[in-house]
Nanobody, 131 residues
């Protein structure tokens, strides 16, 4: 069974850090671009960061640039999202998604046009930033 499982969410104070993990099972992430997305209550899902399968090219939404870092460990079949300097507006359910690299032109396209791209999705992990 092909599956993505997110973990690492939780409650953190403003200014704190969390590291999210996205572990794949049933398939190898080697040929997949991976993205992190989030959805806050009452808002549309948005692409936070996406990373290529090959050279590690990454895209970040302006709202997280300089604070979040995406990385992948293909040996562990896992992608990470290191989130620093968290703000209350980062509160959301965070999802990871995997799409075959040939289906996208750029990782930015994956993050922005995810609705038009076939992908595997995880079930999400809640991140709450609050004092």
């Amino acid at each position: 069974q092909l599956q993505l499982v997110e973990s690492g969410g939780g409650l953190v104070h403003p200014g704190g850090s969390l590291r999210l993990s996205c572990a794949a099972s049933g398939f190898s992430l080697d040929y997949y671009a991976i993205g992190w997305f989030r959805q806050a209550p009452g808002k549309e899902r948005e692409g936070v960061s996406c990373i290529s399968s090959s050279d590690g090219t990454a895209y970040y939404a302006d709202s997280v640039k300089g604070r979040f870092t995406i990385s992948r460990d293909n040996a562990k079949n896992t992608v990470y999202l290191q989130m620093n300097s968290l703000k209350p507006e980062d509160t959301a359910v965070y999802y990871c998604a995997a799409t075959r690299s040939y289906l996208i032109t750029t990782v930015q396209a994956m993050c922005i046009n995810y609705r038009r791209i076939s992908a595997y999705w995880g079930q999400g992990t809640q991140v709450t930033v609050s004092s």
